[in-house]
Nanobody, 123 residues
Framework: QVQLVESGGGLVQAGGSLRLSCVAS????????MGWFRQAPGKERELVST????????YYTKSVKGRFTISRDNDKNTLYLQMNNLELDDTAVYYC????????????????WGQGTQVTVSS
């Protein structure tokens, strides 16, 4: 069973930066595609970014492209999301997800999910 634990959320002013982390408990983390999702109050969950198991292929939703960077350290079983130039609309609970198949991650059908970390951007 894979467990995912996110951290790094917090309160930041618009234009600031945060780095989210997602640590996986399973030793086969480096075989899983990973992704970040977010859900704002009253809104549906939204795909933010994905990365394949080796870290070569990444995807970003249009609203974060150029501001967010996804990466992973397979030696540390850790997924990252560097968020720069944060905007008010980035306020949400951010979740990481994992699956042996990248298409499942992109579709929001990953088998494993973390508990989420709150990101709040203030003006």
């Amino acid at each position: 069973q894979v467990q995912l634990v996110e951290s790094g959320g917090g309160l930041v002013q618009a234009g600031g930066s945060l780095r989210l982390s997602c640590v996986a408990s399973d030793r086969i983390f480096n075989r899983y595609a990973m992704g970040w999702f977010r859900q704002a109050p009253g809104k549906e969950r939204e795909l933010v970014s994905t990365i394949d198991w080796i870290g070569w292929n990444t995807y970003y939703t249009k609203s974060v492209k150029g501001r967010f960077t996804i990466s992973r350290d397979n030696d540390k079983n850790t997924l990252y999301l560097q968020m720069n130039n944060l905007e008010l609309d980035d306020t949400a609970v951010y979740y990481c997800s994992a699956s042996g198949q990248e298409r499942k991650v992109r579709a929001g059908l990953g088998e494993y999910w973390g508990q989420g970390t709150q990101v709040t951007v203030s003006s």
